[in-house]
């Protein structure tokens, strides 16, 4: 485990609900300045978004991954951004588990790639218990099952403070990955925890089990702060939290 100490660190985490891409995205600039200046503990956003494509940095201006026309986005509800994590084109949307952990890396031994490795072993593990075997296929981020990604992992860290996060396909609409290469990878396919384990589940059920093993890997004891009310904190001066 990537976290400095093996006694786990208080953090938060808020459930934003379903919310639009760029909602999140300000969000995510909003708490990352409180994590950064020491006015908040480590934090994760969890969200279920809206259906989007997202273009990372590698491939920003092009657009080559993104397959479908704007009228066939528009056609088919999907939305686009260009965003400023790594990687390249992604899915989001509904029935897909979306996390953003904004934590500092002074309490994750310091390394982007370190806390990158954790991320992906908590969703092994996660997925073992569901009876799955995951894995990494490298030089590909990620987790995945055979030559199929379950799970698409893209950060970025700025002021030694992370960003954006991880996207579990609990059972999001698998169409809407053909208006994309995901992850620009041409080879290999998209699948999602319905799809493989042929039971149903929701995103509700699968939430403690996501927050159990991401608490695990990262050392955190989450405590549930509601969206309201982290809302009220970030529209004031925050005391220091020791």
Request: with cysteine; net charge negative; aromatic share 6%.
């Amino acid at each position: 485990m990537g976290a400095l100490s093996s006694a786990p660190h208080p953090a938060w985490v808020i459930d934003l609900g379903r919310l639009e891409y760029g909602a999140a995205l300000e969000w995510q600039r909003r708490v990352h300045d409180a994590v950064r200046d020491g006015q908040w503990p480590d934090t994760l956003l969890l969200v279920e978004h809206d259906p989007v494509f997202t273009v990372g940095r590698h491939a920003r201006g092009s657009h080559a991954n993104v397959l479908w026309s704007d009228d066939e986005r528009r056609r088919q509800g999907v939305a686009l951004f260009d965003v400023d994590r790594g990687g390249d084109a992604t899915y989001h949307g509904p029935g897909q588990q979306v996390g953003y952990p904004i934590l500092h890396l002074d309490r994750h031994a310091g390394d982007l790639l370190v806390y990158l490795r954790d991320l992906e072993q908590a969703f092994i593990n996660l997925l073992a218990d569901e009876g799955l075997a995951a894995g990494r296929v490298p030089p590909h981020t990620g987790v995945w099952v055979g030559d199929e990604k379950l799970v698409a992992i893209g950060v970025k860290a700025s002021q030694r403070v992370t960003s954006h996060g991880f996207a579990f396909n609990v059972n999001p609409n698998l169409g809407h990955f053909a208006g994309i290469i995901p992850c620009g990878i041409h080879d290999k396919g998209v699948t999602s925890l319905v799809r493989l384990t042929g039971r149903p589940t929701t995103l509700a059920a699968m939430r403690p089990a996501v927050l159990q093993h991401l608490g695990a890997a990262l050392g955190c004891a989450w405590e549930a702060l509601p969206a309201d009310v982290a809302l009220a904190r970030l529209a004031e001066p925050l005391a220091a939290i020791p």
